[in-house]
């Protein structure tokens, strides 16, 4: 079976680091671009950035540039989601997903992980 | 306020059809194709359709997708109680180099 496995629910205080991750399995991994999308309490979906996972070629939308940094280990088949200091408005469900051949659309979505910041 | 407008919310009756329009502008729906991702409560966003109107196996056809010129929808027929979602339009923008995404409608069936 083709999935995404996201890593666990998270509860940080402000300025914290964290690090989530989006294991693949049941398909070649490395030929895939993964993205991440976030998704506030009670709020729509944005798109945070996407990697390449065989040459971890990285593109970020404007609005998250700086603010988190996206990475892969393809020996390990996971893409990385990582803050070096949280903010209470990072407070969100974060999703991975695959971009698939159909246009490019996410066609495979991991669980999601919540992350919640307070102090 | 999402690059991609979408209706906050759409309604329907078992039986009936219901649309949502998705719209854009030229350096998105304009020049590339729309995805269309449902989203039940409390799970994580299914594709539904992709390149404007191509349904992923295991979509079923009372779910199609359209394009026109900057706008997109989605249709529903034969609406069920279990298309009770949030809708979701999306497109590559050429100006933000990345996906933008609609607001999201809320489908409820009465």
């Known amino acids: 079976e083709v999935q995404l496995v996201q890593s666990g629910a998270e509860v940080k205080k402000p300025g914290e680091s964290l690090k989530i991750s989006c294991k693949g399995s049941?398909?070649?991994?490395?030929?895939?671009?993964i993205g991440w999308v976030r998704q506030m309490p009670g709020k729509g979906l944005e798109w945070m950035g996407i990697?390449?996972?065989?040459?971890?070629?990285?593109r970020y939308s404007p609005s998250f540039q700086g603010q988190v940094t996206i990475s892969a280990d393809k020996s390990i088949s996971t893409a990385y989601l990582q803050w070096s200091s949280l903010k209470a408005s990072d407070t969100a469900m974060y999703f991975c997903?695959?971009?698939?051949?159909?246009?490019?659309?996410?066609?495979?979505w991991g669980q999601g992980t919540m992350v919640t910041v307070s102090s | 306020q999402s690059v991609l407008t979408q209706p906050p919310s759409a309604s329907g009756t078992p039986g009936q059809r219901v649309t949502i329009s998705c719209s854009g502008s030229?350096?998105?729906?304009?020049?590339?194709?729309v995805n269309w991702y449902q989203q039940l409560p409390g799970t994580a966003p299914k594709l539904l359709i992709y390149?404007?109107?191509q349904r992923p196996s295991g979509v079923p056809d009372r779910f199609s997708g359209s394009k026109s010129g900057t706008s997109a929808s989605l249709a529903i027929s034969g609406l069920q109680s279990e298309d009770e979602a949030h809708y979701y339009c999306?497109?590559?923008?050429?100006?933000?180099?990345?996906?933008?995404f609609g607001g999201g409608t809320k489908l409820t069936v009465l």
């Open positions: 999306a497109a590559l923008d050429d100006s933000l180099n990345g996906w933008v």
């Open positions: 990697i390449y996972p065989v040459d971890s070629d990285t």
């Open positions: 997903a695959r971009q698939g051949d159909g246009g490019g659309a996410f066609d495979i």
């Open positions: 049941g398909y070649s991994f490395t030929t895939y671009w």
């Open positions: 390149s404007n109107n």
């Open positions: 030229s350096s998105n729906i304009g020049s590339n194709t």
